[in-house]
C-alpha cells in the first residue's frame, strides 16, 4: 500500500455506535454524492468497480461521511478477499472504510430498500476487535475483513 494511505491506525480502538446508514447515490461512489444532505454525519455503502477505492472513501468523506462500506458488485459474492486497482494519485483516506461481500451489500441495500418512510438503517460498526473477548463481541449480520 505504498501509495494507497488508509490510516488504519487512527481507528485502531474506535467503535461507530447507532450511525445512520445510506446507500451512495450514485451507487459506484465514483462521483459526487448527490445525497451528501443524509450522509453528512452518518454512514454510506457503496458496490465496488468503476474507480478506486481510494476514489470511493475520498469521495464519501466530502460528502461528510463517518465511514463508508464497499461491497462487491457481484451479489452472488460471498468472497472478501480482493486485489485492490493501484492508485497513484497519493490521495489519503480519513475515514474507516470496509469491505464486504456482495452477498452481504445486496441483502443489506434489498432491506433498505424496503424500507419506504425512511431509507437508512441504524448501524454498530466495531473498529478493531483484538482486545474484546470473543464471547463479548457483537457482530454485524455480515462478514467484516
Excluded at 3 to 13: A, G, I, K
Excluded at 75 to 85: F, K
Aim: charged share 20%.
Amino acid at each position: 500500500m505504498d501509495t494507497v494511505h488508509f490510516c488504519s491506525l487512527l481507528f485502531q480502538n474506535q467503535s461507530y455506535s447507532s450511525v445512520e446508514l445510506f446507500v451512495g447515490e450514485p451507487l459506484d461512489g465514483c462521483g459526487r454524492l448527490t445525497n451528501a444532505a443524509e450522509i453528512r454525519g452518518n454512514s454510506v455503502i457503496l458496490i465496488r468497480g468503476h474507480c478506486s477505492f481510494v476514489s470511493k472513501a475520498v469521495n464519501a468523506a466530502e460528502a461528510g461521511a463517518q465511514f463508508v462500506i464497499v461491497s462487491d458488485d457481484d451479489v452472488g459474492s460471498t468472497n472478501t478477499r480482493i486485489d485492490m486497482v493501484h492508485d497513484e494519485t497519493n490521495r489519503k483516506v480519513y475515514i474507516p472504510t470496509l469491505f464486504i461481500a456482495g452477498k452481504d451489500g445486496a441483502m443489506i441495500r434489498e432491506e433498505l430498500s424496503k424500507i419506504h418512510a425512511e431509507n437508512f438503517a441504524i448501524v454498530n460498526i466495531p473498529m478493531n476487535l483484538t482486545a474484546v473477548p470473543y464471547h463479548k463481541r457483537r457482530h454485524p449480520p455480515w462478514t467484516l475483513i
